[in-house]
């Protein structure tokens, strides 16, 4: 079944846009006088206090939004043209009546940040709510954690409209959120346009590329913070590891951080080449460079090793990393020992995220009509292309066309081929998966995206995954 969300934006431009000053042709000048406040002649009122960032109100006034539907208040009365005077008590009276929807600025926007509540939120601020720094800081976060695009997008548009909108901690929760989100593209546009940064917003760039598989643009990005004249620290280097894209880069930066740079390596960085040489396949290597070690391994470096020799078959590497793992901290190699009932098996769900919507879609429930009809023709595109289904990813004991029949129709290609015919040509595609992709779905979309020239970005329990130009950004590593 899919479920449809929709994401209707909103803003306070009508608080200029239906009031316009006539002057008379006439008139040369027009001659002003003040108003003093009295039964008569009531004090004017702001009608939305958020569209002014520095506005500070002593009291707390109300906020008035025009409905789309709402007519112009009358400005004759009885045949007679009203004076200034009357309309200001006029308006002072109208958004009483039916046409306006009253807001109170007394909103708890951190409750509804703690509850959740993120896009109810949105919409008061939208509506011209004022939000403190903390609500920002509550809110990016949320969205960061939930993959919020949408959302985020539209809490970046009011943080820039707000007081807070140049805040260096903010613009880095910013840069966060994309990347915790696949955006690296708005990740790096608040970047380039921040007038003031810090380590941190260096270090979150580089570690958001590294997370979404473009470690290359990290390393570039580092090499340019080296030549404005910033000092590389230990965290520094502990993002650059995790954005090297091959074992002769890994090293090369490891031994850059100890000569030119000075650093003494700390457990982090002799773990992130670890990572470097194990997901590249080089488990003799990093079981030398453990034992070469000039401080004792911990028990976080021995279960690293144990887990790549698990992955690339490396038994006797395994068993030794499993022996000494129990020696250093017995309550890791136990639980993995001891037998536990079989996990209940996870409903396969995909959201395919689009500019004002989110679907939602369940493996259980295969979509025919037009998704189902679109990926069958995909499927006979990619076979002219060379895709071979790899059938070993299907478990159950049935025949080969069966197999491939059950593959065809795997939630992430349903989810993709909706998108293909609902969204413009060219757009970019987020799917959003509960479960891990399968090595059958990861070589299919590689594809599948060279087929229809579009960037698909699925992120699934491990990682992203954009697919472009038949590649994938996690060099087929995941």
Same mark, same amino acid.
């Given at each position: 079944?899919?479920?449809?969300?929709?994401?209707?934006?909103?803003?306070?431009?009508?608080?200029?846009?239906?009031?316009?000053?006539?002057?008379?042709?006439?008139?040369?000048?027009?001659?002003?006088?003040?108003?003093?406040?009295?039964?008569?002649?009531?004090?004017?009122?702001?009608?939305?206090?958020?569209?002014?960032?520095?506005?500070?109100?002593?009291?707390?006034?109300?906020?008035?939004?025009?409905?789309?539907?709402?007519?112009?208040?009358?400005?004759?009365?009885?045949?007679?043209?009203?004076?200034?005077?009357?309309?200001?008590?006029?308006?002072?009276?109208?958004?009483?009546?039916?046409?306006?929807?009253?807001?109170?600025?007394?909103?708890?926007?951190?409750?509804?940040?703690?509850?959740?509540?993120?896009?109810?939120?949105?919409?008061?601020?939208?509506?011209?709510?004022?939000?403190?720094?903390?609500?920002?800081?509550?809110?990016?976060?949320?969205?960061?954690?939930?993959?919020?695009?949408?959302?985020?997008?539209?809490?970046?548009?009011?943080?820039?409209?707000?007081?807070?909108?140049?805040?260096?901690?903010?613009?880095?929760?910013?840069?966060?959120?994309?990347?915790?989100?696949?955006?690296?593209?708005?990740?790096?546009?608040?970047?380039?346009?921040?007038?003031?940064?810090?380590?941190?917003?260096?270090?979150?760039?580089?570690?958001?590329?590294? *997370?979404? #598989?473009?470690?290359?643009? @990290? /390393?570039?990005? $580092? &090499?340019? =913070?080296? +030549?404005?004249?910033?000092?590389?620290? %230990?965290?520094?280097?502990?993002?650059?590891?995790? *954005?090297? #894209?091959?074992?002769?880069? @890994? /090293?090369?930066? $490891? &031994?850059? =951080?100890? +000569?030119?740079?000075?650093?003494?390596? %700390?457990?982090?960085?002799?773990?992130?080449?670890?990572?470097?040489?194990?997901?590249?396949?080089?488990?003799?290597?990093? &079981?030398?460079?453990?034992?070469?070690?000039?401080?004792?391994?911990?028990?976080?470096?021995?279960?690293?090793?144990?887990?790549?020799?698990?992955?690339?078959?490396?038994?006797?590497?395994?068993?030794?990393?499993?022996?000494?793992?129990?020696?250093?901290?017995?309550?890791?190699?136990?639980?993995?020992?001891?037998?536990?009932?079989?996990?209940?098996?996870?409903?396969?769900?995909?959201?395919?995220?689009?500019?004002?919507?989110?679907?939602?879609?369940?493996?259980?429930?295969?979509?025919?009509?037009?998704?189902?009809?679109?990926?069958?023709?995909?499927?006979?595109?990619?076979?002219?292309?060379?895709?071979?289904?790899?059938?070993?990813?299907?478990?159950?004991?049935?025949?080969?066309?069966?197999?491939?029949?059950?593959?065809?129709?795997?939630?992430?290609?349903?989810?993709?081929?909706?998108?293909?015919?609902?969204?413009?040509?060219?757009?970019?595609?987020?799917?959003?998966?509960?479960?891990?992709?399968?090595?059958?779905?990861?070589?299919?979309?590689?594809?599948?995206?060279?087929?229809?020239?579009?960037?698909?970005?699925?992120?699934?329990?491990?990682?992203?995954?954009?697919?472009?130009?038949?590649?994938?950004?996690?060099?087929?590593?995941?």
């Amino acid at each position: 079944m899919a479920s449809l969300m929709s994401l209707n934006r909103t803003g306070n431009s009508i608080i200029t846009s239906n009031f316009k000053a006539r002057i008379p042709a006439h008139s040369s000048a027009l001659p002003l006088k003040p108003i003093s406040s009295s039964p008569q002649n009531p004090p004017l009122k702001l009608l939305c206090t958020y569209a002014l960032p520095n506005h500070q109100p002593t009291n707390k006034p109300r906020v008035f939004r025009r409905q789309t539907n709402s007519t112009h208040p009358p400005k004759q009365h009885n045949g007679q043209n009203l004076t200034g005077t009357q309309l200001n008590t006029q308006n002072a009276n109208y958004p009483q009546t039916e046409n306006f929807t009253v807001v109170h600025s007394g909103v708890d926007l951190m409750g509804l940040c703690e509850e959740g509540k993120i896009r109810e939120a949105v919409e008061y601020m939208g509506q011209g709510v004022c939000a403190e720094y903390g609500v920002f800081c509550a809110m990016l976060s949320s969205c960061g954690k939930t993959k919020s695009l949408e959302v985020g997008r539209r809490v970046h548009d009011l943080l820039a409209r707000s007081k807070f909108g140049g805040d260096v901690e903010l613009n880095n929760k910013l840069i966060e959120m994309y990347g915790r989100c696949g955006s690296m593209r708005d990740a790096r546009r608040v970047f380039d346009r921040m007038r003031e940064r810090n380590m941190s917003s260096w270090h979150l760039m580089i570690n958001g590329y590294a *997370a979404n #598989g473009q470690g290359r643009d @990290g /390393l570039l990005l $580092f &090499e340019r =913070m080296r +030549k404005v004249g910033l000092r590389p620290v %230990g965290e520094t280097f502990v993002a650059v590891l995790s *954005a090297c #894209g091959s074992v002769e880069e @890994g /090293l090369m930066y $490891f &031994e850059l =951080m100890k +000569k030119e740079c000075g650093i003494i390596p %700390g457990i982090e960085h002799y773990l992130g080449v670890i990572d470097v040489l194990g997901k590249f396949g080089h488990i003799n290597e990093a &079981e030398e460079f453990v034992d070469k070690m000039p401080i004792e391994p911990t028990a976080e470096v021995w279960e690293a090793l144990r887990n790549f020799a698990r992955i690339h078959g490396a038994i006797e590497l395994e068993d030794r990393a499993e022996e000494m793992l129990a020696a250093l901290d017995p309550s890791k190699a136990i639980t993995d020992k001891i037998p536990t009932p079989p996990q209940k098996k996870q409903l396969a769900v995909n959201m395919l995220e689009g500019k004002n919507r989110v679907s939602e879609y369940r493996s259980t429930n295969p979509y025919k009509g037009d998704a189902y009809e679109k990926l069958k023709g995909l499927n006979g595109q990619m076979r002219e292309a060379g895709y071979v289904p790899d059938t070993r990813y299907v478990l159950h004991d049935i025949d080969q066309e069966a197999k491939e029949q059950a593959l065809l129709y795997h939630s992430e290609r349903l989810a993709i081929a909706y998108g293909l015919i609902s969204t413009p040509a060219r757009t970019p595609l987020r799917i959003i998966k509960n479960l891990r992709i399968c090595g059958d779905c990861h070589n299919a979309i590689k594809i599948m995206s060279k087929i229809v020239g579009r960037e698909l970005i699925v992120r699934d329990n491990k990682r992203f995954h954009h697919f472009k130009d038949g590649k994938c950004s996690c060099g087929d590593y995941w």
